[in-house]
Protein backbone atom coordinates (compact mmCIF):
# COMPACT_ATOMS: atom_id res chain seq x y z
CA UNK A 1 0.00 0.00 0.00
CA UNK A 2 1.53 3.41 -1.10
CA UNK A 3 2.31 5.64 1.42
CA UNK A 4 2.65 9.15 1.66
CA UNK A 5 4.58 11.63 4.54
CA UNK A 6 5.31 15.55 3.83
CA UNK A 7 8.32 17.33 5.75
CA UNK A 8 9.60 21.01 6.21
CA UNK A 9 9.59 23.52 8.05
CA UNK A 10 6.65 24.06 10.53
CA UNK A 11 7.38 28.07 10.36
CA UNK A 12 8.54 30.41 7.76
CA UNK A 13 8.31 33.99 8.19
CA UNK A 14 6.47 36.39 6.08
CA UNK A 15 7.35 37.04 2.83
CA UNK A 16 10.28 34.04 2.66
CA UNK A 17 9.18 30.88 0.28
CA UNK A 18 7.47 27.88 1.98
CA UNK A 19 9.24 24.22 0.96
CA UNK A 20 7.91 21.06 1.46
CA UNK A 21 8.71 17.24 0.27
CA UNK A 22 6.21 13.96 -0.03
CA UNK A 23 7.93 11.23 -0.04
CA UNK A 24 6.52 8.43 -1.44
CA UNK A 25 6.77 4.95 0.03
CA UNK A 26 5.61 1.24 -0.94
CA UNK A 27 5.27 2.05 -4.68
CA UNK A 28 7.30 4.22 -7.63
CA UNK A 29 6.56 7.62 -7.97
CA UNK A 30 6.21 6.96 -11.90
CA UNK A 31 2.59 6.41 -13.83
CA UNK A 32 1.05 8.59 -11.54
CA UNK A 33 -0.40 12.13 -10.92
CA UNK A 34 0.58 13.86 -7.29
CA UNK A 35 -0.94 16.45 -5.64
CA UNK A 36 -0.61 19.51 -2.99
CA UNK A 37 -3.67 19.96 -1.29
CA UNK A 38 -4.20 22.95 1.83
CA UNK A 39 -6.14 23.34 4.47
CA UNK A 40 -6.36 26.40 6.69
CA UNK A 41 -6.92 25.67 10.28
CA UNK A 42 -10.84 25.29 10.96
CA UNK A 43 -11.41 25.81 7.41
CA UNK A 44 -11.95 23.96 4.02
CA UNK A 45 -9.93 21.94 1.35
CA UNK A 46 -7.91 24.00 -1.42
CA UNK A 47 -6.31 22.10 -4.60
CA UNK A 48 -2.43 23.83 -4.82
CA UNK A 49 -1.84 22.06 -8.04
CA UNK A 50 -0.56 18.88 -9.64
CA UNK A 51 2.46 16.97 -11.03
CA UNK A 52 2.71 13.89 -13.39
CA UNK A 53 5.63 11.93 -13.13
CA UNK A 54 7.08 13.25 -16.19
CA UNK A 55 7.28 16.49 -14.68
CA UNK A 56 3.84 18.00 -16.18
CA UNK A 57 2.28 20.65 -13.39
CA UNK A 58 -0.97 22.19 -13.54
CA UNK A 59 -1.66 24.53 -10.94
CA UNK A 60 -4.13 26.40 -9.31
CA UNK A 61 -4.87 29.91 -10.90
CA UNK A 62 -5.39 31.55 -8.10
CA UNK A 63 -1.34 30.53 -6.62
CA UNK A 64 0.10 30.20 -10.02
CA UNK A 65 2.42 32.99 -9.83
CA UNK A 66 3.85 31.96 -6.59
CA UNK A 67 3.76 28.32 -6.60
CA UNK A 68 6.16 25.68 -8.22
CA UNK A 69 5.80 22.05 -8.00
CA UNK A 70 8.56 19.76 -8.84
CA UNK A 71 9.24 15.68 -8.96
CA UNK A 72 11.93 13.55 -8.29
CA UNK A 73 11.86 9.94 -9.37
CA UNK A 74 15.14 8.99 -8.45
CA UNK A 75 14.47 9.94 -4.33
CA UNK A 76 10.67 8.91 -5.19
CA UNK A 77 9.96 12.43 -3.54
CA UNK A 78 7.75 15.16 -4.96
CA UNK A 79 8.27 18.92 -3.66
CA UNK A 80 6.40 22.41 -3.14
CA UNK A 81 7.66 25.46 -3.29
CA UNK A 82 5.31 28.88 -2.12
CA UNK A 83 7.34 32.01 -2.58
CA UNK A 84 6.20 35.59 -0.91
CA UNK A 85 4.23 33.74 1.64
CA UNK A 86 1.98 35.79 4.01
CA UNK A 87 -0.35 34.74 6.87
CA UNK A 88 -2.68 33.55 4.36
CA UNK A 89 -0.93 30.54 3.65
CA UNK A 90 -1.28 29.22 6.96
CA UNK A 91 -2.17 26.01 6.65
CA UNK A 92 -1.99 22.11 7.17
CA UNK A 93 -0.01 21.05 3.71
CA UNK A 94 -1.29 17.82 2.19
CA UNK A 95 0.47 15.68 -0.49
CA UNK A 96 -1.93 13.26 -1.94
CA UNK A 97 -1.91 11.27 -5.30
CA UNK A 98 -4.19 9.75 -8.06
CA UNK A 99 -6.55 6.72 -7.26
CA UNK A 100 -5.46 5.36 -10.35
CA UNK A 101 -2.46 5.67 -13.15
CA UNK A 102 -4.39 7.77 -15.94
CA UNK A 103 -3.02 9.94 -17.96
CA UNK A 104 -4.67 12.90 -17.98
CA UNK A 105 -5.44 12.64 -14.23
CA UNK A 106 -8.08 11.41 -12.78
CA UNK A 107 -8.60 14.14 -10.09
CA UNK A 108 -9.78 11.87 -7.52
CA UNK A 109 -7.16 11.76 -4.61
CA UNK A 110 -6.95 8.33 -3.45
CA UNK A 111 -4.40 8.51 -1.40
CA UNK A 112 -3.06 11.13 1.31
CA UNK A 113 -0.56 12.08 3.08
CA UNK A 114 -0.78 12.95 7.36
CA UNK A 115 -0.36 16.26 6.67
CA UNK A 116 1.68 19.62 7.80
CA UNK A 117 1.31 22.29 9.50
CA UNK A 118 2.82 25.38 8.13
CA UNK A 119 2.67 28.65 10.10
CA UNK A 120 3.61 31.96 8.44
CA UNK A 121 4.63 34.40 11.38
CA UNK A 122 7.65 36.74 12.11
CA UNK B 1 -13.56 28.20 -11.69
CA UNK B 2 -16.18 25.09 -11.04
CA UNK B 3 -18.27 26.15 -7.31
CA UNK B 4 -19.31 23.38 -5.40
CA UNK B 5 -21.63 24.38 -2.88
CA UNK B 6 -22.51 22.02 0.23
CA UNK B 7 -25.92 22.19 2.00
CA UNK B 8 -26.41 22.04 4.92
CA UNK B 9 -23.16 23.36 6.16
CA UNK B 10 -23.87 21.28 9.52
CA UNK B 11 -26.17 18.79 10.96
CA UNK B 12 -26.99 16.98 14.29
CA UNK B 13 -28.12 12.87 13.99
CA UNK B 14 -28.34 10.05 15.89
CA UNK B 15 -27.08 6.53 15.45
CA UNK B 16 -28.92 4.94 13.09
CA UNK B 17 -30.36 7.72 11.18
CA UNK B 18 -30.28 7.99 7.53
CA UNK B 19 -28.51 11.09 6.67
CA UNK B 20 -28.47 12.67 3.32
CA UNK B 21 -25.83 15.43 2.28
CA UNK B 22 -26.37 17.78 -1.12
CA UNK B 23 -23.71 18.95 -2.94
CA UNK B 24 -24.23 21.38 -5.99
CA UNK B 25 -22.01 22.37 -8.99
CA UNK B 26 -21.93 25.49 -10.15
CA UNK B 27 -21.70 24.61 -13.90
CA UNK B 28 -22.51 20.82 -15.21
CA UNK B 29 -19.49 18.37 -14.50
CA UNK B 30 -21.43 15.20 -15.44
CA UNK B 31 -20.57 12.36 -12.86
CA UNK B 32 -17.14 14.08 -12.07
CA UNK B 33 -18.06 14.44 -8.24
CA UNK B 34 -16.30 12.96 -5.33
CA UNK B 35 -16.60 12.12 -1.75
CA UNK B 36 -14.37 12.50 1.40
CA UNK B 37 -14.54 11.89 5.03
CA UNK B 38 -12.70 13.63 7.23
CA UNK B 39 -12.09 13.11 11.18
CA UNK B 40 -10.49 15.85 13.34
CA UNK B 41 -6.68 15.54 12.82
CA UNK B 42 -6.68 13.50 9.58
CA UNK B 43 -6.28 13.45 6.51
CA UNK B 44 -9.64 13.44 3.78
CA UNK B 45 -10.45 9.81 3.20
CA UNK B 46 -12.11 9.40 -0.21
CA UNK B 47 -15.39 7.62 -0.22
CA UNK B 48 -16.98 7.79 -3.38
CA UNK B 49 -15.65 8.33 -6.70
CA UNK B 50 -17.39 9.18 -9.83
CA UNK B 51 -20.57 10.49 -8.35
CA UNK B 52 -21.83 6.67 -7.13
CA UNK B 53 -18.57 4.21 -7.36
CA UNK B 54 -18.05 3.08 -3.91
CA UNK B 55 -13.99 3.29 -2.69
CA UNK B 56 -12.19 -0.11 -1.36
CA UNK B 57 -12.79 -0.82 1.64
CA UNK B 58 -16.04 1.72 2.33
CA UNK B 59 -18.61 0.42 3.93
CA UNK B 60 -21.70 -0.03 2.15
CA UNK B 61 -24.11 2.33 3.96
CA UNK B 62 -22.41 4.91 1.74
CA UNK B 63 -23.89 5.93 -1.50
CA UNK B 64 -23.59 8.54 -3.96
CA UNK B 65 -25.94 9.63 -6.89
CA UNK B 66 -26.32 12.36 -9.26
CA UNK B 67 -25.58 14.15 -12.42
CA UNK B 68 -24.93 17.12 -13.94
CA UNK B 69 -24.75 19.99 -11.12
CA UNK B 70 -26.60 17.84 -8.23
CA UNK B 71 -25.48 15.11 -6.07
CA UNK B 72 -25.98 13.27 -3.06
CA UNK B 73 -24.55 11.63 -0.06
CA UNK B 74 -26.47 9.15 1.83
CA UNK B 75 -25.38 7.43 4.90
CA UNK B 76 -28.01 4.93 5.23
CA UNK B 77 -27.72 3.71 9.34
CA UNK B 78 -25.15 6.29 10.97
CA UNK B 79 -22.24 4.58 13.02
CA UNK B 80 -20.44 6.19 15.80
CA UNK B 81 -17.43 5.59 13.27
CA UNK B 82 -19.17 8.07 10.98
CA UNK B 83 -19.07 11.56 12.68
CA UNK B 84 -17.03 13.31 10.83
CA UNK B 85 -17.07 16.25 8.39
CA UNK B 86 -17.54 15.33 4.60
CA UNK B 87 -17.14 17.29 1.46
CA UNK B 88 -18.03 17.20 -2.23
CA UNK B 89 -14.86 17.71 -4.98
CA UNK B 90 -15.29 17.71 -8.54
CA UNK B 91 -12.48 16.45 -11.01
CA UNK B 92 -14.41 17.76 -13.96
CA UNK B 93 -12.31 20.73 -14.65
CA UNK B 94 -9.12 22.45 -13.25
CA UNK B 95 -8.42 23.51 -10.60
CA UNK B 96 -10.08 20.89 -8.46
CA UNK B 97 -12.55 22.38 -6.06
CA UNK B 98 -14.32 21.21 -3.38
CA UNK B 99 -17.67 22.39 -1.05
CA UNK B 100 -17.39 23.81 1.78
CA UNK B 101 -17.51 20.35 4.21
CA UNK B 102 -21.02 19.46 5.96
CA UNK B 103 -20.25 18.47 9.65
CA UNK B 104 -21.90 15.70 10.80
CA UNK B 105 -22.26 15.48 14.74
CA UNK B 106 -23.58 13.83 17.67
CA UNK B 107 -27.80 15.22 18.32
Known amino acids: QVQLQESGPGLVKPSETLSLTCTVSGGSINSYYWFWIRQPPGKGLEWIGQ???????NYNPSLKSRVSILVDTSKNQFYLKLSSVTAADTAIYYC????????????????WGQGTLVTVSS | DIQMTQSPSSLSASVGDRVTITCRASHSISTYLNWYQQKPGKAPKLLIYAASSLQSGVPLRFSGSGSGTDFTLIISSLQPEDFATYYC?????????FGQGTKVDVK
Open chain 2, 89 to 97: QQSYGTPRT
Open chain 1, 51 to 57: IHYSGTT
Open chain 1, 96 to 111: ARDRLSANPSIGEFGF
